[in-house]
Structure formats: structure tokens, C-alpha cells
């Protein structure tokens, strides 16, 4: 493993919000990835979870695999979360498995055994780690709602709107197959949706490669959840 952290003003949101003192009394059990890139796993599906991760960047999701070998996104994870939230929960095996998706600069590592003994502490961390439990399970069950009742092309809009949220700038990687897996629908699907938000001017799409271009207008192309989610991190994660 590198070097414990030291950095003061973490970019993850959980280790920010913690009290200057109380960062300083965690850093020698921190240390840092300096990159998270795209496919990556940080939590092997039906494995005992080894480490605890905070991201600075990027997008890491939650997902499962249907008896016909299909994968399902039933979650995302940025830099206002924790990948191995199942150490929070008791460390059972569970049939999730948390990949990174759009690649980050990085991230906070903590051994598990070190993070469940904060939880067992019951300190900042582990109340800060109940607060994102709340809103991470929040947005998992809006998710599900969404994708039941809402047009794909404002579902579509808020998935680049929670992905531009946590990259730290405009242009990210992002496959048309990836989108089109993660949305439920057929790689054509995608192809016609990044079409119609180019030609309106709300983003810039080549290559693999996303540009967020008129942010406004893309928030108005987004359903309702995409406000409704950011609210929940934003209350509970501050």
C-alpha cells in the first residue's frame, strides 16, 4: 500500500466534513490510489471486502448480475461516498459488485479492519458513514423509481449530470455500451439521445469522450430525481 495521506482538505466528502483534529487522528491509517481507472474493481462480487475506499473523482458503480449473465447498475458511488459500505453493514457476502466506471484521480484506502473499528468507535466517521448509508440507500430506491416512470432521455440527462458532479471538470470518458447497459437500453438508444443533446448544444460527444457544454439546459432536460437526488447527498453529506 502508498503512503498514509496527507492531505488536509480531502477531495471525498466524507473525510471534508470531518473536524480538522478528528482528519489528523485518521491519517495514519489512510493511504492513497493516485489513480481509479475505468474497470477497476474495488469490491469483488460474493468476496470479504479488504478495503475501504473514499474517491476523490470519478464514478464507481454498485452492480449486480442477472441468471442470464446480464449487469445491472443498481447504484453509483463519487467523491461524496465510501465503497465497501457492506463492512459497514456486518461484512456479509453480498451479490454486488462495485467497479469503477468513469475513471477518477484517485482515492483515500483504508483497511477494513481499521474502518470497522471506527464504526465500532461510534466517532465522526461512523456517524458521517450512517448519514451516507441513509442517502446512499435513498438514491438506490429513487433509482428504482425512475427507471420505472420516467423517459430515457431525461434519465439519460441525469446520469451525466450526477457523472459531471463527481469528475471535477466538463469532459469525461464514457462508452455509448456503458451508457446503454446502465440506462437498460439498446446501444441505438444512446446513439439517437447524444445525437438530439448535441444538436441542441447541451453536451459534446466523440470519441468516448463526454463534454458537458450548456449544464442549464441539461438540468432542464433531467427528470425530477436529478434534484431530488443531489438534495440527499447535499443534506446528509455536507
Known amino acids: 500500500m502508498p503512503q498514509a495521506d496527507p492531505q488536509l482538505h480531502n477531495p471525498n466528502r466524507i473525510l471534508a466534513a470531518l473536524a480538522p483534529e478528528e482528519y489528523a487522528r485518521l491519517a495514519p491509517f489512510l493511504s492513497h490510489q493516485e489513480t481509479l481507472p475505468r474497470g477497476l474493481v474495488l469490491e469483488p462480487r460474493q468476496e470479504p471486502t479488504t478495503f475501504i475506499y473514499f474517491p476523490w473523482s470519478g464514478v464507481c458503480s454498485l452492480t449486480t448480475v442477472t441468471l442470464d449473465g446480464r449487469v445491472v447498475e443498481v447504484g453509483t458511488i463519487g467523491n461524496e461516498g465510501i465503497v465497501g459500505m457492506t463492512a459497514f453493514f456486518g461484512g456479509q457476502l453480498t451479490d454486488l459488485e462495485t467497479v469503477v466506471q468513469v475513471a477518477g484521480c484517485g482515492a483515500s484506502v483504508m483497511r477494513t479492519g481499521a474502518f470497522v473499528a471506527e464504526m465500532e468507535r461510534r466517532g465522526p466517521l461512523y456517524l458521517l458513514t450512517q448519514r451516507y448509508s441513509q442517502a446512499l440507500l435513498s438514491f438506490m430506491t ?75 439546459g441539461l438540468e432542464r432536460s433531467a427528470c425530477e430525481c436529478y434534484a431530488i437526488v443531489r438534495g440527499y447527498f447535499d443534506r446528509l453529506v455536507p
Open 142 to 216: 429513487r433509482s428504482i423509481a425512475c427507471n420505472a416512470l420516467h423517459d430515457v432521455h431525461a434519465r439519460c440527462a441525469r446520469w451525466l449530470l450526477l457523472t459531471h458532479d463527481r469528475v471535477g471538470g466538463d469532459t469525461f470518458g464514457l462508452t455509448q455500451d456503458y451508457l446503454a447497459a446502465m440506462l437498460g437500453v439498446r446501444r441505438s438508444t444512446v446513439t439517437l439521445i447524444a445525437r438530439d443533446l448535441q444538436k441542441r448544444g447541451l453536451i459534446r460527444y466523440r470519441r468516448g469522450e463526454v463534454t458537458i457544454l450548456r449544464r442549464r
